[in-house]
């Protein structure tokens, strides 16, 4: 049974940093993805990052790509999401998610199969 939950979410000052976390807990995974998406309110929900726990590779969505990085602790089973320069824009409720293979289209929300229950983050301006 997969399950993943999101920590570190809060509300922050613009050009401020926040780390989220992602601990994923259930069978042996290898061949897996973990993804960060985040969902503003009357919007849909959108990739941000990425990371493959098979050979490390990391995925950047182009608006976020200098600002965040990921990043992967395998022997706590957590994916980390280090944001930092935050903006107003990027106020929204944050999910990891993984996905079984890593996806073609690796910010489709439907490449992914579990969900976690999501962080809000909030940037003030």
């Known amino acids: 049974h997969v399950q993943l939950v999101e920590s570190g979410g809060g509300l922050v000052q613009s050009g401020g940093s926040l780390r989220l976390s992602c601990t994923f807990s259930?069978?042996?995974?290898?061949?897996?993805?973990i993804g960060w998406f985040r969902q503003a309110p009357g919007s849909q929900r959108k990739g941000v990052s990425a990371?493959?726990?098979?050979?490390?590779?990391?995925y950047y969505a182009d608006s976020e790509r200098g600002r965040f990085t990921i990043s992967t602790d395998l022997g706590k089973r957590t994916v980390y999401l280090q944001m930092n320069s935050l903006k107003p824009e990027d106020t929204a409720v944050y999910y990891c998610?993984?996905?079984?293979?890593?996806?073609?289209?690796?910010?489709?929300?439907?490449?992914?199969?579990?969900w976690g229950q999501g962080t809000q983050v909030t940037v003030s301006s």
């Open positions: 998610a993984l996905s079984i293979g890593v996806p073609l289209a690796i910010f489709e929300v439907g490449g992914y199969t579990y």
């Open positions: 259930g069978p042996p995974m290898d061949d897996y993805a």
């Open positions: 990371t493959s726990l098979f050979d490390g590779q990391t």
